[in-house]
């Protein structure tokens, strides 16, 4: 496999991927879009003429995108190194991107509260909704030269309520020109 960076990851706040892997890995993890959507084949309901998703990570490798380069971010550890939050604050997320695709959109999804840190990722760990998405509308994706993503992109949100302690915000950019996303996962430790 080839060592080049590829593709786009979350560098602020750092992601797991940022942290743990080389940059060349943190930047390829693909798989299918549409979280939570377990199924490929599936056609964008917003945008219909965009490429049809691959298949999406299995519950326990969505960290990891299903890549078996990445499979340490899949484990359930309580020493993740984590981003200090407050609920109801802002936070920047900015992506950077070593091969920018058509951009369909963001999205992010937050852990539930009483989530379990010490099981697996799974998509019922998760809120079944994004708390902040990030859509752009130009379609037929391959007449829009505006959809690819600005280098970096940042998009600031307001967090939602949970109680103290560590949540994983998931981190999903969608492509229009591919049938897949990137996957980054950020461990935040509500105070």
């Known amino acids: 496999m080839s060592n080049a960076p590829r593709h786009g990851s979350v560098s602020e706040p750092p992601s797991r991927a940022d942290i743990y892997l080389e940059p060349w890995q943190a930047a390829g993890l693909e798989a299918g879009k549409f979280f939570p959507a377990t199924e490929a084949g599936l056609r964008d309901p917003y945008a219909p003429d965009d490429t049809v998703n691959a298949q999406p990570p299995e519950d326990g490798r969505i960290a990891s995108a299903g890549k078996d380069f990445a499979m ?104 229009a020109d591919t049938g897949n996303a990137f996957y980054q996962v950020i461990d935040l430790e509500y105070r």
């Open 72 to 175: 340490k971010l899949d484990e359930p550890r309580t020493d993740w190194t984590k981003h200090p939050v407050n609920a109801g604050q802002t936070l920047e997320i900015s992506w950077n991107f070593h091969a920018p695709h058509k951009t369909r959109r963001w999205n992010y999804f937050l852990t539930r509260p009483g989530w379990d840190p010490s099981a697996p990722l799974t998509r019922a760990q998760f809120e079944g909704e994004p708390f902040h998405s990030v859509q752009l509308s130009c379609q037929p994706y391959w007449s829009c030269d505006d959809l690819m993503p600005e280098n970096p992109t940042t998009h600031i949100m307001r967090l939602p309520e949970r109680p103290a302690g560590h949540q994983v915000m998931l981190a999903v950019w969608e492509v």
